[in-house]
T-cell receptor
């Protein structure tokens, strides 16, 4: 089964409100996570990453929180804007079982964020 | 934009046919990974190429194969197409040893 998963397939927020997108993972050895944004017709776009030696990381309007105790991470978007409407994925970046030195991304199923006017 | 380009943008194939998808990596990147994204799902890792050799593979059958060229561009080949192969195929380039992968816009493959 998948090692990362998102809690809600859809999320609607009012423009200007804060958004919180959640993600759970199952492998306690996971040490590196990335949040991606995917707009319609485009490939995933890097938003922010976090390693297991941190529990919080901030970017421009975004914050990622990592709770290793319950194997949960979240993406917080401050003052959500219409341009934030997209599908958001959390992904584990790890070396595969049979992948030698390759690091591969394992994605959850995504949350569709819709920003309401 | 990431600088990763893919061609073609869309194509339609018939079950049993073969298809080749192409990817040009971002300038300076020497590693290319391919992902399959079914409708409504997250991308799934197919394989990665580094120094023109397969450097890791996900849970995909041998009819999915690839190539990497000296200029680091790459091809994904799929033989004996099945209806379930209909998906968005994404390539991502990176520098070996660095963790961030930059995705192209994808190729939408429809198998009828």
């Amino acid at each position: 089964g998948e090692s990362v998963g998102l809690h809600l397939p859809t999320l609607s927020v009012q423009e200007g409100d804060n958004s919180i997108i959640n993600c759970a993972y199952s492998n306690s050895a996971s040490d590196y996570f990335i949040w991606y944004k995917q707009e319609s017709g485009k490939g995933p776009q890097f938003i922010i990453d976090i390693r297991s030696n941190m529990d919080k990381r901030q970017g421009q309007r975004v914050t990622v929180l990592l709770n290793k105790t319950v194997k949960h991470l979240s993406l917080q978007i401050a003052a959500t804007q219409p341009g934030d409407s997209a599908v958001y994925f959390c992904a584990e970046n790890r070396r595969g079982i049979s992948s030698g030195s390759a690091r591969q991304l394992t994605f959850g199923s995504g949350t569709q964020l819709t920003v309401l006017p | 934009e990431t600088g990763v380009t893919q061609s073609p943008t869309h194509l339609i194939k018939t079950r049993g046919q073969q298809v080749t998808l192409r990817c040009s990596s971002q300038s300076g990147h020497n590693t290319v990974s391919w992902y399959q994204q079914a409708l409504g799902q997250g991308p799934q890792f197919i394989f990665q190429y580094y120094r023109e050799e397969e450097n890791g593979r996900g849970n995909f059958p041998p009819r999915f194969s690839g190539l990497q060229f000296p200029n680091y561009s790459s091809e994904l080949n799929v033989n004996a197409l099945e209806l379930d192969d209909s998906a968005l195929y994404l390539c991502a380039s990176s520098l070996v040893g660095l963790d961030e992968q930059y995705f192209g816009p994808g190729t939408r493959l429809t198998v009828t």
